[in-house]
């Protein structure tokens, strides 16, 4: 049994995509709902429609990728508009939702409330729009948004952290999120604001924000698996913890699993190999399972052992 979990819904698979690459466009989410993807995750939307930063904005690199996209997104109505037809392909749609205000967030809250969508995952950590700090790094912002956006309905909502480095920040966010009725947090977004550097040209390796950018892929699989386990170890059972950060094998998401995730979301990887990625990991995560004789994900999950 290698299904994963996301609050009341139960996946069909333990992976899927996470918000980012290859989710902004109709054509791209139906290609996800005709993949192994275990659910359909939306690119973050904003109110209006958005082109996104300058180019060059995202470089692979030797383990992983510095990104800076801003937002490129088609609107939220645009997204509202083609959800029945997301919703055909028969897999739970969750939609990414990252207003540039509160006012924003709880317009779009308020509106896929009343959609046919069947998660939300409000992003509470995009590094990249130049004068909106990250708001999962201010307890008081993030209270003021969970106060208002918690009472805009029933559907199931998840938020999307930053990565935390130090355990009195764990604790602190933690013990404010038990206070509400989220569903799930995902954890982590991309390191923010990483600097990347071409010796031989000199430059950065991204235009926007004079070069800093989000760092993504193998170089932050260990801040992933330390998020999962600290936010896993804090939380309430009702609240579960989506694993995201440099899973590009069934070993990366059994690792995820052992730290504590009900599901992991799949960013870098699913740039740089496309829809392939599902099939494959899920077969290799199957198994790893079964060579270590574990029944089903329940079993191995928050297993860590620690010395
Ligand atoms: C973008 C990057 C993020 O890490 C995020 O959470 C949302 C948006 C972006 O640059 O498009």
Redesign the pocket.
């Known amino acids: 049994d290698l299904r994963g979990q996301i609050g009341p819904i139960t996946l069909s698979s333990y992976l899927f995509n996470a ?2 690459p290859r989710c902004t466009t109709e054509q791209e989410l139906i290609k996800l709902g005709r993949s192994r993807s275990a659910a359909v995750m939306t ?2 939307c904003t109110l209006a429609p958005r082109a ?2 300058a180019e060059p ?1 995202y470089r692979a690199l030797p383990l992983g990728a510095i ?7 088609l609107g939220y109505q645009a997204y509202l508009e083609m959800l029945p037809r997301l919703k055909q392909v028969g897999k739970p749609v969750v939609i ?1 939702i ?1 207003g540039l205000s509160l006012a924003d967030n709880t317009t779009m809250v308020s509106a896929f409330m009343a959609s046919s969508a069947d998660l939300l995952e409000i ?1 509470f ?5 130049e004068g909106k700090p990250q708001l999962g790094y201010d307890l008081t912002q993030t209270r003021q948004a969970l106060d208002t956006l918690c009472t805009l309905g029933d559907k199931p909502i998840g938020l ?1 952290l930053p990565p935390y480095f130090d355990m009195a920040h764990f604790d602190a966010m933690a013990d404010l999120l038990q206070q509400y009725p989220i569903a799930f947090v995902t954890c982590v ?2 390191v ?1 604001n990483t600097l990347v550097i071409d010796p031989e040209t000199e430059t950065a390796m991204i235009r926007p924000k004079g070069g800093f ?2 760092l993504c892929g193998d170089y932050i699989k260990p801040i992933g698996l330390a998020n999962v386990r600290a936010f896993r170890q804090r939380l309430p059972q009702r609240i579960d913890v989506i694993g995201v950060g440099g899973i590009k094998t069934g070993t990366d998401a059994f690792e995820y699993l052992l730290a504590g995730a009900s599901a992991v979301q799949i960013a870098t990887c699913y740039e740089e190999e496309g829809t392939s990625c599902f099939d494959r990991i899920e077969r290799e995560l199957g198994q790893l399972l079964q060579r270590k004789g574990y029944a089903s994900i329940a079993q191995a999950k928050g297993q860590l052992k620690t010395l």
């Open positions: 918000s980012g690119k973050s996104g930063n904005r990104q800076s996209m801003g937002l490129p997104n990414s990252s992003n950590s995009c590094p990249n729009i999307k977004n991309s923010g950018g989000g």
